[in-house]
């Protein structure tokens, strides 16, 4: 079994890049969604003429929803947050990997090293197939000697 990996931030560069565009494209209409519910709900408030009660029930409502909307909209970031370290780690890691496996190659040159990825990343089938080439490359150094 192959042991986990110890940095969920493999590739900076790559990772925060995956971060952001995830967090800004289910935020955004977070927010709008948001801000719309909160504008009909003032638009009431506001437009309430018959009763004061009526209209310090809405005014509660609006304030309840706002806590709500605030909290929930926190809850879901943070979530959002640590959901999309978690996937871009199953993406990059492996490719991170790789490139560290590849530099140790060539630096011994010893093409009888296999790549093995963990369980559930992604890759697996380009590992096999650079793992083939590996192969190819050290039947081809073994004939040349």
């Known amino acids: 079994m192959i042991n986990k990996r110890k940095q969920l931030i493999s590739i900076p560069n790559i990772q925060y890049k995956f971060i952001i565009f995830i967090f800004i494209s289910l935020c955004i209409p977070s927010i709008i969604i948001s801000f719309w519910c909160y504008s009909i709900l003032h638009a009431l408030v506001s437009h309430a ?9 809405l005014i509660l409502g609006v304030r309840k929803i ?3 909307i605030l909290i929930g909209f926190s809850l879901i970031s943070s979530l959002l947050f640590y959901w999309s370290i ?9 490719i991170y990997r790789l490139e560290k496996e ?3 190659i060539i630096a011994t040159n010893n093409f009888k090293r296999r790549l093995r990825f963990r369980k559930h990343d992604s890759f697996q089938s380009l590992a096999a197939q650079i793992n083939h080439l590996l192969e190819a490359l050290s039947s081809q150094s073994a004939n040349q000697k």
């Open 66 to 68: 706002t806590i709500v």
């Open 49 to 57: 003429e018959s009763t004061e009660i009526l209209r310090s029930a």
């Open 102 to 104: 590849i530099e140790e």
């Open 86 to 94: 978690i996937f871009s780690n199953r993406i990059v890691g492996p």
